[in-house]
């Protein structure tokens, strides 16, 4: 399997997709999109922790993530993936469409007495969800951060700059990551009150939890280089629209670790930060 050792997008696609949290509450604070059962969302979790795509401590936090979500979207492409410069490098998509989420998360965390505050906002798409293998075709990860920790509701983001874009695919156990491109998000709106999903993650601490469900509007395409795996050194996912079902959530946690593992993860949010 695919093999990812980043700080930044680790930590987005484990504790930053939290996605759809918990599945509803007598709020009324219910998910929107197509229903995800519980065999599925098994899988999908297996599905991220497998690619390698999380690592190091934010790996702790991807069960919880991935594990909770209950609803999902569509982004639909028409493109082909293509090597730069090289039709004769040309490889067909092996998705036409992905099932999607958009997300919101707010990081207030702070360890061992280091305080970080940190907000990420974008979305996160899989193809070929394979429930008894516990595998995914692709993913693509796109995040945008704000060290305020804010929530925008609209904003463009510049792919290799303020915004990063990840793109795993399992055939060729490729990753590659985006140089440039844009990620617009024309609207979030999330409404009704806040659920609790605080819970504890062994070996990692007490993680205070809570969120709500909305709607997310824009687009996103970008071109990127091969990080590692074999295929084409070079690729463009095409520029898509979605609107999709999304989850704001806020995390804090007040966490004790070791030096060395305290440090890394506070390396970690302080990365995102320098990204915004």
């Known amino acids: 399997m695919v093999n990812v050792r ?10 930053g997709v939290l996605l759809a949290a918990c599945g509803g509450d007598d709020d009324g604070n219910e998910p929107n999109g197509t229903a995800l059962s519980s065999t599925e969302a098994a899988a999908l979790s297996a599905a991220i922790a497998n690619s390698g795509a999380i690592a190091g401590e934010a790996s702790l936090v991807a069960p919880l993530a991935f594990g909770l979500v209950r609803s999902y979207g569509t982004i639909s492409t028409t493109a082909a993936l293509t090597a730069a410069g090289s039709s004769a490098a040309r490889m ?11 997300y919101q998360v707010k990081y207030d965390f702070t360890v061992n007495g280091v305080q970080q505050v940190i907000s990420t906002t974008g979305a996160v798409a899989w193809a070929g969800l394979d429930t008894q293998a516990q595998t995914v075709d692709e993913l693509v990860f796109i995040a945008a951060f704000d060290e305020t920790g804010d929530f925008p ?48 993650i062994p070996g990692f601490g007490t993680i205070n939890c809570s969120y709500r469900y909305g709607q997310m509007v824009g687009s996103f395409g970008f071109d990127a280089v091969q990080f590692q795996g074999t295929g084409p050194e070079t690729v463009t996912f095409p520029d898509s629209d979605y609107t999709l079902p999304a ?16 440090e890394a993860l506070v390396k970690s949010l302080r990365a995102m930060a320098d990204r915004q």
């Open 6 to 15: 980043r700080g930044v997008t680790a930590v987005i696609a484990a504790a």
């Open 92 to 102: 067909n998509l092996l998705a036409a469409s992905y099932d999607a989420v958009g």
């Open 153 to 200: 509701t609209s904003g463009n983001g510049v792919i290799g700059d303020d915004t990063e874009a990840t793109w795993v695919v399992n055939e060729t156990e490729s990753v590659y990551l985006g140089t440039s491109g844009s990620a617009v998000l024309e609207s979030a709106s999330f409404s009704g009150g806040t659920t609790s999903c605080s819970r504890d």
């Open 247 to 262: 989850v704001q959530v806020v995390l804090s946690a007040d966490i004790t670790l070791p030096t060395a593992r305290a």
